[in-house]
């Protein structure tokens, strides 16, 4: 190393420090960082944070920081450390535009209940208020968007802020949770006390499961002749995949998984049908609307769900189980609420509820699944010579489950529904996909962030050319940090597809800009040091995914398929789900 | 419809900030907000008027708040309401006795003057407060200032409750992903 290296001073270790010692405010905020676990951060500095990077640097052998090239990059990057983990992920900006910068990864991470804590650095309180160089109000900007934040002007309250927002990043309903710090209480010397307690009355206060309210819920399911089970993301949250079989398994239902509740349910299980919604299957939507009584676990009725909220499972009595009181009965009626953590909830089922089967139910489902599958083309591959979506998705699939040892980012768009649909997914995590807030640009930098979370498993992320286009110069970080896991699948089609589609079935085929150019993403790939794959023809699909899975090193692959192709089934907006297009012509 | 909430909140920075941009954010109309130190020390209580389709929906919104510990709607309750109002007319000396005398007789009074102008205090219900001011415009040219309303339901006071512990999940099965 230079002499600078040896002239710093040692590296802290993860040892926390001794209390009674003088620190920097600066120092205090990667102690705390260290005893909440936190093990990388992913930022960008800046004026207003330089004094939370100087201390960074003495803390470099416990606390990672990965440089990203965008501050968004840098808030996705952490959402798809937390996503793959469940722990929370931790950004870092300074004042002014790095903090605006955050705000759509915040925003995201509200939508999809992600733990993300963010640290802004914030001007001098001594000019607070005043326009200052770099100045925004972040707090005032993040208050709808974040469950709590901080503008701290005293470096005595940084042990309990820190501690305090970890705790209600991760805690019931996960969350991001912003901490705005002024530069002059990172510089201020403060003799830190850890001896902090948790102080928030008003936070969490449901206590355990309502056993009346679940032995209600279990007579329903009992007496029901045709049960289906709805879950979402609080199932992977909670971690009661195991506990969902169990159920399932305990009493015959048949299991639909959300677009974030993928992977909580394995759709090779001979319970599970698979996606409802705007893009899910029509044998799916159809049970929904003919079900007698629907329990839904740790889902929150997104209106891409129901489709037109008041004709949603008109003949179901709804069991919601949600940790947060505020989705029930906010989208749809509920019969049987169930407050609490989906696990617990899931354990007290399986105590109250009978053991029973629902053959002939999910008899009629796969009857349905069966003809439709017959009559619709949405399954099979359109007969063309052409490199087809389709045709990326098996060889993805085929080698997605031959291998394991994966995890999978997608983007937003056409490309996103494909892989929902079009991937036989297994296991919980595998699935990471921006689903509530929708945002185009998550994929790359999610996929950094959940590659440096699993070092040894494979991150493939699935991306459109759009969406592409929005974040890739976090490319450069994925080679600076020697990232070597990341799996880049351009679904190449020269449009934004979903705005597109819409176009051509909703508005007389204007294509009013939705076409997009690009540069040629392997040569792109490859001057940022990756390895960069082109391919069009069918035949090569496999190949390359085969070559890129066993590059050592980052790769992207552009497939360039058909431009036209569609998403089918399709709930046209403000439609009952029960009303699906599953094809161009059904729509004239 | 027009909703009385009254809600205790923890005093924190830009606690009444997060209710205001709350209620906006859920596109609901705030008719009036007022907040003040409640009994306990650290704790402020306030009444909101808001006009709302599901109460329900927006006290639970409202409790996801860190720092709101207790909402009730008092609408369907029993309950007292009382705003107060500064209005400031114009009085000159000569006819200064005469407003004296007509505005006391509708429960106002004179809290303080100038030359040209003197301040009344009133404090009725909002409804009867605004026919007060209603009749002290018959003065002249004239300010008002209101508190907004304050709700107060009439038995069991609500309080801080006592934050029951957590309830620990045993994990038997847990593996990394929670998969089997």
């Not at chain 1, 001098?124 to 993040?142: C, N, R």
């Not at chain 1, 529904?417 to 999610?446: C, D, K, N, Y």
């Not at chain 1, 110069?473 to 934004?496: C, F, H, M, P, S």
Request: proline share 6%; aromatic share 6%; hydrophobic share 40%.
């Amino acid at each position: 190393m230079t002499d600078t290296a040896s002239r710093l001073p040692p590296p802290a270790s993860r040892t926390p420090s001794p209390p009674s010692r003088d620190r920097t405010g600066a120092q205090v905020m990667c102690e705390a960082l260290v005893r909440e676990n936190v093990e990388v951060m992913f930022g960008i500095p800046g004026g207003a944070i330089m004094p939370f990077y100087h201390a960074m640097w003495e803390y470099r052998d416990c606390l990672r920081h990965v440089l990203c090239r965008h501050e968004q990059g840098a808030g996705h990057a952490a959402e798809g450390y937390a996503r793959s983990t469940g722990k929370p992920g931790v950004c870092i900006a300074t004042s002014g535009p790095g903090a605006t910068n955050l705000v759509t990864p915040i925003a995201n991470a509200w939508m999809d209940s992600t733990p993300l804590v963010a640290i802004t650095g914030q001007v001098s309180s001594a000019v607070l208020g005043k326009d200052a160089f770099q100045e925004t109000d972040i707090t005032g900007i993040t208050l709808p968007i974040t469950k709590h934040n901080y503008r701290v002007t005293r470096a005595d309250d940084l042990p309990s802020v820190f501690h305090e927002a970890f705790h209600i990043a991760r805690t019931g309903r996960p969350g991001p949770v912003l901490i705005d710090v002024t530069k002059d209480t990172q510089q201020s010397r403060v003799v830190p006390n850890w001896n902090v307690t948790l102080n928030t009355p008003g936070f969490q206060r449901q206590s355990g499961i309502d056993r009346g309210a679940v032995q209600q819920a279990a007579r329903l399911l009992t007496n029901a002749s045709k049960p289906l089970i709805l879950a979402g993301q609080g199932v992977i949250i909670s971690g009661a995949a195991c506990e969902l079989r169990t159920f399932a398994e305990r009493t015959g239902i048949p299991v639909i998984t959300t677009l974030q509740g993928i992977g909580a349910f394995a759709e090779d299980h001979p319970l599970s049908i698979g996606m409802p919604g705007m893009h899910g299957w029509v044998h799916v939507n159809r049970a929904i609307q003919e079900c007698d009584v629907l329990l839904s676990i740790g889902a929150r009725f997104d209106d891409r769900v129901t489709g037109k909220a008041s004709t949603f499972a008109p003949k179901a009595r709804v069991i919601h189980v949600d940790i947060d009181p505020s989705e029930i009965g906010k989208n749809v009626k509920v019969a049987v609420a169930i407050i609490g953590d989906a696990r617990a909830a899931l354990l007290a089922l399986l105590e109250e509820t009978p053991a029973r089967d629902a053959a002939l139910w999910l008899g009629d489902i796969r009857e349905a699944q069966a003809t439709h599958q017959h009559r619709q083309p949405y399954l099979r591959r359109p007969d063309t010579t052409e490199l087809m979506p389709h045709d990326v998705y098996a060889a993805l699939n085929a080698a997605l489950n031959e291998r394991g040892g994966y995890r999978v980012i997608t983007d937003v768009g056409q490309h996103q529904m494909w892989a929902a649909q079009l991937i036989e997914w297994r296991r919980p995590r595998t699935h990471i996909t921006s689903g509530g807030a929708g945002t185009m640009g998550f994929a790359v930098p999610a996929a950094l962030g959940a590659a440096i979370a699993h070092p040894d498993e494979t991150i493939w992320a699935i991306v459109g050319d759009g969406g592409f286009q929005m974040t890739n110069q976090e490319l450069a970080t994925i080679r600076q940090e020697g990232i070597t896991n990341v799996k880049v699948a351009i679904v190449n089609n020269g449009y934004l597809g979903m705005v597109r589609q819409w176009q051509q079935l909703f508005e007389g085929r204007r294509y009013s800009g939705t076409p997009l150019s690009g540069p040629s993403f392997a040569s792109l790939a490859d001057a940022y040091g990756l390895r960069g794959f082109t391919i069009d023809r069918i035949e090569d699909t496999t190949e390359a995914i085969r070559a890129a899975w066993d590059h050592d090193g980052s790769a992207v692959l552009d497939f360039r398929v058909e431009r036209e192709a569609n998403v089918f089934p399709l709930v046209p907006p403000g439609n009952s789900i029960g009303e699906m297009i599953t094809r161009e012509e059904a729509h004239a | 419809m027009r909703h009385t909430l009254i809600a205790l909140m923890e005093d924190r920075p830009a606690a009444l900030n997060r209710v205001l941009g709350l209620l906006r954010g859920r596109a609901l109309g705030v008719h009036s907000i007022a907040s003040g130190e409640s009994e306990t020390p650290g704790v402020r209580r306030m009444t909101v008027l808001v006009d709302t389709n599901d109460v329900q929906q927006t006290i639970k919104q409202l409790n996801r708040l860190i720092e709101v510990l207790e909402v009730t709607d008092v609408t369907n309750a029993e309950y007292v309401v009382r705003e107060t109002a500064l209005v400031k007319i114009h009085a000159p000396e000569p006819r200064r006795e005469e407003i004296r005398t007509v505005a006391e007789g509708f429960g106002a009074k004179i809290v303080g003057s100038s030359a040209q102008t003197v301040v009344f205090e009133m404090t009725d219900t909002p409804d009867r407060l605004g026919e007060m001011i209603e009749r002290a415009k018959v003065f002249g040219a004239c300010e008002t200032m209101r508190s907004g309303s304050l709700a107060m339901a009439l038995g069991a006071t609500p309080s801080p409750t006592e934050v029951p512990a957590r309830e620990e999940i045993s994990r038997p099965w847990w593996q990394a992903d929670g998969a089997c």
